[in-house]
Nanobody, 117 residues
Framework: HVQLQESGPGLVKPSQTLSLTCTVS??????????WNWIRQPPGKGLEWMAL???????DYSPSLKSRTSISRDTSKNQFSLQLSSVTPEDTAVYYC?????????WGQGTQVTVAS
């Protein structure tokens, strides 16, 4: 049973870099055909896919966020992480990590991040 848990700061100041980590249990992040995603939902808006890192370690980014986003992994800890730079209040959202395998998605519970001074 794949489980994911996000961790990170609840409050970030404008212009700073947001760092989030997702800890995965029940499956190795290097297992073939698994993809590990970051997705967010701003208040009152829909889900926005941000980035993924493949089982191979290859990253992919949303074009609209690519210039500010970096995704990485630590296979020794079975974790993957997201960094979002130069944040503004518009980056306030619930941030989710999710693992995908074919049509199956496994979601973390989400973590609220607020950008405010």
């Amino acid at each position: 049973h794949v489980q994911l848990q996000e961790s990170g700061p609840g409050l970030v100041k404008p212009s700073q870099t947001l760092s989030l980590t997702c800890t995965v249990s029940g499956e190795s992040i290097t297992t073939t055909d698994y993809y590990w995603n970051w997705i967010r939902q701003p208040p009152g808006k829909g889900l926005e896919w941000m980035a993924l890192i493949a089982y191979s370690g290859s990253p992919d980014y949303s074009p609209s966020l690519k210039s500010r986003t970096s995704i990485s992994r630590d296979t020794s800890k079975n974790q993957f992480s997201l960094q979002l730079s130069s944040v503004t209040p518009e980056d306030t959202a619930v941030y989710y990590c999710a693992g995908s395998y074919g049509s199956r998605y496994y979601w973390g519970q989400g973590t609220q991040v607020t950008v405010a001074s």
